[in-house]
C-alpha cells in the first residue's frame, strides 16, 4: 500500500467518508434550500471540545477565543459572520512559555494546565487577550491591531489571574474582574495595558455565597446603565448553572440572579459559563458551554432577551435543542483531511502538538508530501513523548486515519495514531530488537495513578506486518441522536482496526472506554505520534490522515430553482424579508404591480439613497463569485423620468463600507423598468452584503416587483430596461436642433404628447415642461450655452 498518486489519496479518504455516512442516519433535513428559506442548526453548534468561549463582535465579523490548554500553538481565535459558521483564522501565541514544564522535557509537564480561560477584548482597534497559567504561575496579556493574520505583543504578570475577564470602561480605565471559589474581584490596569496600576482600584466585588463550585468563570460587560457580570456555579446536589449579577456602580454593590438553570434537551448536565454579544440588528445571544463527556466541553448557543434590564437566557429558561437561522450555513468542521502537500513547515490551522514541539524533529519537506516525525528523545508513552501532533474530534460520532510509512523506524520505536486523553489508546506499529515490526493496539496501563506521568503502555493485541506500510484507524462514538435532536448519554467509546489496501479493515485490541479525566482536562484527540524507546535517530513518515465525522450541522448548500433562481420575491405574500433605508418604509401594496396582484411600496423617502434593501448572505452569494439580479421599478407621482440605481453595499476587508453599481435605468412617471444585470461579480473581500434601490436625484416614493437574484447568465424577462433621456431632443431623433425649438414652442402651446418627449424637454428637471425650459433649449441650439442649467429652488 503505497498511494503516492493524489487521486488514489483522495479517493481513499473519500471511500471512509462514504463507508462511515453509510454507517449512521441522522435527523437532519435535505442538505439543500433556497435562499430565502431558513435552515435548522442544532445545539451544541459546535460539537467538539471548544471551552471557555469568549465572543466579541466588531462591525460585523464575531471573534471567539477558547482554551486549548497545554496544545500549541495556543489561544485559537475563531472567525464567524453568522454566530453558527465558525473556522479558526489565527492563534494567539506558539509558545506562550518555553521551559521544561511547556516543553514536556526533564520529567516535568503542563498537562491540566497550559493557557486557561481567557478573555477576548476590542478597544480603540487594538484586540486584546488575558490568560492566565498555572504551569507558569503568570498571567500574560496580548495584544494586536490584526486579529485574523497579525502578530501578538506580549506583556507578562507575575501570578495566575484565575478565570479573568477584560473591561474597558466608558471613562478611560481598565479593569481585571477574576476569582474563584465564590469570590470575585476587580482590579485596575494600567492605561498601557501592560500590567496592574500602582494604587489602582483592587477589592473584592461580591460573593456569591453557594457552597460546591460557588462561582468562576467571570464575563463582565458594560451595556446600557449596568455593569454585568456573569459567573457559572455548581451548586452541591444540583447541575451547574449561569449566574449573572449586576450594578450601576462598578466598584459598588452587586446584585445576583440565576439567569439560565437548563440541560440541553434529554443530556442533562448544564449549560453555563460564557457571556453575551449583540448582532448588528440588535438581537443578543449568549455562548456558554456543557460538559458533555469524552468529547470534551461543547459550545451552546442561546438567545438572550432583557427583562427588566436583566439577560435572561434561553427559551422559555431553557438552552434550545434547535433553532432557526435565515439562508444557509457553512457550518464548523474542526478537523480536516490532510496531505501534508505544503511547500513550507506550516501546518494547516486545525493542528496543535502536545506541548511545544521541537522544531528540528518535525518536517513537511524533508520528503515531499509527508509528514516526517523524527525521534530526536527518547518517551515511555505517548504521554512522554514530544512532537504528537493533534485534531479534536468531533460529536456525535467521528473517523480518523492515517498511511504510515515505517522503513525509517528503528528498534525500540513506536508510531501510530492515538485516541488522546490520559486514558488513551494507540494503534501502532512497534520495531522490536531484531526489527520485526508489530502492529499493536495499546492502551495505558498506569491509567488511574496519581501522577500522569506514570502512564506506560500495556499492550493489548499486536500482529506481525507485512511490509512497510499499513493504514491505521479509530473510530470515535460518542452519543446517539434521535429525530428530536436529543441526545443519549455518553457512549464514548474507540475501536482501532488497520489496513493494507484501505477497503478491508481488522480490528486490532479491545474497544475502549473513553473517559474525559482532569488530570489532563481536555476533549479527546485523534493523535499522530512517533517515539524512540531506546534510541534516538528513527522517524516515521506519514503519507496522510483522513478524516470524516457523523452528519451534524452540515452545510447547508443553497441550490437555485429549476429558472437559476436563488431568490425570486414577488411580494404576493409578505415582504420577503426587504426593509426600508434610513427612513423610508416598505409596505406590501395591490395599487400597482407587474406580475401577480402586489408590489412593494418604497415610501417615506427624504433622501436619494431612502430606498429598500435586502440582506444577501455569503453562505448563497459568495465573493468574488458572478450573479445576475434583478428587479422591476416603477413611480407614478413626482415628475416625469427618474433615474434608480441597484447597488450592492458591503463591508469591505478594512472595515470601510463601499457601495458597487449593479444596474441602473431611467424611468417614465407610470411605466414599469427593468434593472438587470446577468454578470455581476460580487467583489473578493465583500462581507454584510446588501442589495438595494435606490434613485439618482429624486424622493419619489415607488414600486418594486420580482425581485430576483439567480445563477450567471441567467435571462430575466421583463419590460424594457428603461428610456435613454436626451435633454433638448423634443422630436426624440437623437439630436438637439432648431426643430427641437419649434417642437419645443408647440409644445408650450399644444402640449407634448409622448412620455419620453415631455423628459427629454424638461432640461432643468424640476418635474415639468415650462417656458424656462424653452428658453434653455433656444439658448443651448443658439450657443449661448453649453449645458443645461438644474432647476433650483427659492431656498437654494
Given amino acids: 500500500m503505497k498511494p503516492r498518486n493524489l487521486l488514489s489519496r483522495v479517493l481513499s479518504c473519500t471511500a471512509a467518508a462514504v463507508m462511515l455516512a453509510a454507517a449512521v442516519t441522522m435527523p437532519f433535513p435535505e442538505k439543500t434550500a433556497v435562499a430565502a428559506q431558513t435552515a435548522t442548526i442544532a445545539n451544541p453548534f459546535i460539537w467538539s471540545d471548544v471551552p471557555d468561549d469568549d465572543i466579541i463582535r466588531v462591525g460585523n465579523n464575531y ?19 453568522d454566530l453558527v459558521s465558525w ?15 511547556q516543553n514536556l522535557a526533564n520529567g516535568k509537564h503542563d498537562y491540566a494546565h497550559g493557557q486557561w480561560a481567557t478573555s477576548l477584548r476590542y478597544h480603540n482597534g487594538y484586540y486584546y487577550v488575558f490568560f492566565g497559567s498555572y504551569g507558569s ?27 479573568a475577564s477584560l473591561l474597558f470602561d466608558d471613562d478611560g480605565r481598565n479593569y481585571l474582574v477574576y476569582g474563584g471559589g465564590g469570590e470575585i474581584k476587580i482590579k485596575e490596569l494600567n492605561a498601557e495595558m501592560t500590567g496592574f496600576k500602582s494604587g489602582g482600584a483592587d477589592k473584592t466585588l461580591f460573593k456569591t455565597g453557594l457552597d460546591g463550585l460557588a462561582g468562576e468563570g467571570a464575563h463582565v460587560h458594560k451595556i446600557g446603565d449596568y455593569y454585568y457580570v456573569f459567573v457559572i456555579a455548581w451548586p452541591s446536589g444540583k447541575r451547574r448553572i449561569e449566574l449573572c449579577y449586576r450594578s450601576k456602580e462598578l466598584l459598588g454593590y452587586y446584585e445576583g440572579k440565576t439567569v439560565l438553570d437548563s440541560g440541553l434537551g434529554t443530556y442533562g448536565a448544564g449549560v453555563a459559563q460564557g ?48 433553532f432557526e437561522v435565515d439562508g444557509g450555513y457553512k457550518g464548523t468542521r474542526l478537523a480536516t483531511d490532510d496531505f501534508f502537500d505544503y511547500d513550507s513547515n506550516k501546518l494547516k490551522l486545525e493542528w496543535q502538538w502536545n506541548h511545544n514541539p521541537d522544531n528540528t524533529a518535525w518536517s513537511v519537506t524533508e520528503r515531499k508530501g509527508f509528514l516526517r516525525l523524527t525521534n530526536k528523545h527518547t518517551a515511555k508513552s505517548v504521554i512522554h513523548a514530544r512532537n504528537t501532533l493533534t485534531m479534536r474530534t468531533e460529536g456525535p460520532a467521528c473517523t480518523s486515519y492515517i498511511a504510515l510509512d515505517t522503513k525509517g523506524m528503528k528498534p525500540g520505536d513506536h508510531a501510530g495514531l492515538s485516541a488522546f486523553q490520559y486514558k488513551y489508546g494507540n494503534v501502532g506499529v512497534r520495531v522490536e530488537d531484531d526489527g520485526t515490526k508489530k502492529i499493536y493496539m495499546a492502551e495505558n496501563g498506569g491509567y488511574g495513578g496519581s501522577d500522569i506521568l506514570g502512564s506506560y503502555d ?82 516515521a513518515d506519514i503519507d496522510f ?105 458591503y463591508v469591505d476587508s478594512t472595515g470601510e463600507t463601499k457601495y458597487s453599481p449593479i444596474a441602473e435605468g431611467t424611468a417614465l412617471k407610470d411605466d414599469w423598468i427593468q434593472l438587470t444585470n446577468t454578470k455581476y461579480t460580487i467583489p473578493e473581500d465583500a462581507s454584510n452584503m446588501y442589495i438595494y434601490v435606490e434613485t439618482e436625484n429624486s424622493t419619489n416614493s415607488f414600486y418594486i416587483d420580482e425581485a430576483i437574484g439567480g445563477v450567471e447568465g441567467t435571462h ?19 439630436k438637439v436642433n432648431i426643430y427641437d425649438v419649434t417642437a419645443a414652442r408647440k409644445g408650450i402651446i ?18 415639468a415642461f415650462e417656458a424656462a425650459d424653452l428658453v434653455q433649449i433656444h439658448n443651448y441650439v443658439m450657443g449661448r450655452i453649453t449645458e443645461f442649467k438644474p432647476y433650483e429652488t427659492e431656498s437654494e
Fill in 63 to 81: 471573534y471567539m477565543v477558547s482554551t486549548t490548554m497545554f496544545f500549541t500553538p495556543g489561544a485559537p481565535i475563531m472567525k464567524s459572520n
Fill in 87 to 101: 473556522e479558526i483564522c489565527n492563534y494567539v501565541y506558539d509558545t506562550y512559555a518555553n521551559g521544561d514544564v
Fill in 137 to 163: 504561575g503568570k498571567s500574560y496579556i496580548y495584544k494586536t491591531d490584526d486579529i485574523e493574520n497579525g502578530t501578538w505583543t506580549r506583556s507578562e504578570i507575575n501570578g495566575m489571574y484565575h478565570d
Fill in 275 to 322: 457571556g453575551i454579544v449583540d448582532t448588528p440588528d440588535g438581537k443578543w445571544y449568549g455562548l456558554l458551554f456543557q460538559d458533555h463527556g469524552a468529547v470534551g466541553r461543547i459550545p451552546v448557543l442561546v438567545p438572550v432577551t432583557w427583562q427588566d434590564n436583566w439577560p435572561m437566557m434561553g427559551v422559555d429558561g431553557k438552552a434550545p435543542v434547535t
Fill in 458 to 539: 500495556k499492550i493489548v493485541e499486536q500482529v506481525n506486518l507485512r511490509g512497510d506500510n499499513i493504514l491505521l484507524k479509530a473510530e470515535f462514538k460518542f452519543n446517539n441522536v434521535d429525530a428530536n435532536f436529543n441526545v443519549s448519554n455518553n457512549i464514548d467509546k474507540v475501536n482501532f482496526f488497520y489496513s493494507y489496501d484501505g477497503t478491508n479493515w481488522t480490528k486490532i485490541g479491545n474497544e475502549l472506554s473513553m473517559s474525559y479525566d482532569l488530570k489532563m482536562f481536555t476533549g479527546y484527540r485523534s493523535a499522530i505520534y512517533s517515539y524512540g524507546t531506546k534510541n534516538t535517530g528513527g522517524y
Fill in 545 to 649: 490522515f483522513c478524516y470524516e465525522r457523523d452528519e451534524w450541522n452540515m452545510p447547508v448548500f443553497i441550490e437555485p430553482d429549476e429558472y437559476g433562481h436563488f431568490y425570486r420575491d414577488t411580494f404576493e405574500n409578505s415582504a420577503d424579508k426587504w426593509t426600508g433605508r434610513g427612513p423610508a418604509t416598505v409596505t406590501v401594496s395591490s395599487e400597482q404591480s407587474y406580475e401577480g396582484g402586489k408590489s412593494l411600496f418604497v415610501d417615506g423617502r427624504t433622501s436619494a439613497w431612502n430606498g429598500a434593501s435586502k440582506a444577501l448572505s455569503t453562505n448563497v452569494f459568495e465573493p468574488g463569485e458572478t450573479y445576475s439580479f434583478s428587479t422591476k421599478v416603477k413611480f407614478v407621482s413626482g415628475g416625469i423620468a427618474d433615474t434608480f440605481f441597484m447597488k450592492l453595499q
Fill in 716 to 734: 430575466i424577462a421583463g419590460p424594457d430596461i428603461g428610456v435613454f433621456i436626451v435633454h433638448g431632443d423634443v422630436n426624440c431623433d437623437g
Fill in 750 to 767: 399644444n402640449g407634448i404628447t409622448t412620455p419620453l418627449a415631455e423628459a427629454n424637454a424638461d432640461v432643468d428637471g424640476n418635474g
